[in-house]
């Protein structure tokens, strides 16, 4: 028996939709390991958090104090080592972001855990952790073996997990004391700072027509983006897009870009390579149109089409024309 513990990752007044994910695979490992997971939120009045993540996991603990309003690593570091030395998990699941990436490293080398980073697929054999990192540029995935430890500490890529649905029970939440006894002052949250959004987040879009280097070149672009505004969507596209300067950076949906989950995803001219998959395979339905019945786009589409996309593209535009 053992523990799962998930670090919830919450800003802004919102969890993040990482902390589902990590959920959801918690779940998942601890079911093969007859172990728990257990949801662990640091924070300064998210009462409403820990009811909202109890329909998710089997426990909740809390932990608030006014220092851990904003996310700061060294006080969350803190009470963690302190929440690890009482309850003594067996594997810790923080997201691969900016919040992770600044906190999991210094946590593991305090504790004197193993740490794996970026992982897509994580389980365990004969008590050791496995993982499944994707190494140059999502071309190689590389399977780790770490050595038999008492915990381990893992960041996990963001949109390569389900994030599942709330259950019809409730975990149990369990409040803890903070163990900050001082202000921290050796780092400081001052304030957020939003990356300003120029033209459509894609983010938020629940119909996104996106393109590849397939459609030849960005004389295409227009007629795609006619079929788009008809569906009420918006276009995205991969990297070769952006790197031709077909279209701007912020469309573009891939490990170096942006996640998605939209409703619709169409896909033209895209081959899927994972770098590109593993941003948008959230989506609900995805439908694919290439000319090569062998582009591992179709791999992972609900529908596909198996055309040149001039043939295609006039009569989709037709076909929706006036519709939203």
């Known amino acids: 028996m053992g523990e799962i513990f998930v670090l919830v990752e919450h800003r802004q007044g919102k969890i993040r939709d990482i902390t589902y994910e990590m959920l959801a695979a918690g779940e998942e490992i601890a079911s093969k390991q007859e172990a728990s997971s257990t949801a662990v939120l640091l924070g300064y009045n998210v009462k409403n958090f820990a009811e909202e ?31 690890f030395a009482k309850h003594q998990p067996l594997l810790t699941l923080i997201g691969h972001t900016a919040f992770g990436m600044d906190l999991a490293p210094s946590l593991s080398a305090e504790m004197g855990f193993p740490l794996v980073t970026d992982c897509i697929g994580l389980s365990f054999e004969e008590n050791r952790l496995k993982a499944i990192r994707s190494i140059y540029g999502g071309k190689v995935n590389a399977n780790v073996s770490l050595k038999e430890s008492r915990g381990y500490v893992v960041t ?29 002052d050796v780092k400081k949250f001052i304030e957020y700072i939003e990356a300003p959004i120029t ?78 998959v593993t941003a948008m395979q959230g989506s609900e339905t995805i439908i694919a149109i290439n000319k090569d019945p062998r582009a591992p786009i179709f791999g992972v589409a609900d529908y596909g089409i198996v055309d040149d996309f001039l043939n295609v593209i006039p009569i989709l535009k037709e076909k929706t024309k006036g519709m939203k």
Not at 244 to 267: C, D, F, H, M
């Open 53 to 83: 993540l109890a329909s998710r996991t089997s426990k909740v603990i809390v932990v608030e104090d006014a220092q851990l309003e904003h996310f700061n690593s060294v006080p969350y570091q803190k009470v963690l080592s302190s929440l």
């Open 156 to 184: 996990v890529r963001p949109g390569v997990f389900s994030p599942g649905t709330p259950g019809e029970k409730k975990g149990g939440i369990i409040m803890e004391p903070s163990p900050l006894q001082k202000t921290i």
């Open 199 to 276: 033209g459509e987040d894609i983010t938020q879009a629940e119909i996104i027509v996106s393109v590849g280097q397939g459609i030849g070149g960005p004389e295409h672009i227009p007629i795609i983006e006619e079929v788009a505004k008809s569906l009420g969507g918006v276009v995205a596209c991969s990297r070769p897009v952006v790197d031709r300067n077909w279209l701007p950076k912020e469309r573009q949906v891939g490990i170096s870009g942006k996640t998605v989950k939209p409703k619709v995803y169409i896909a033209i001219g895209i081959s899927g390579a994972f770098q590109h």
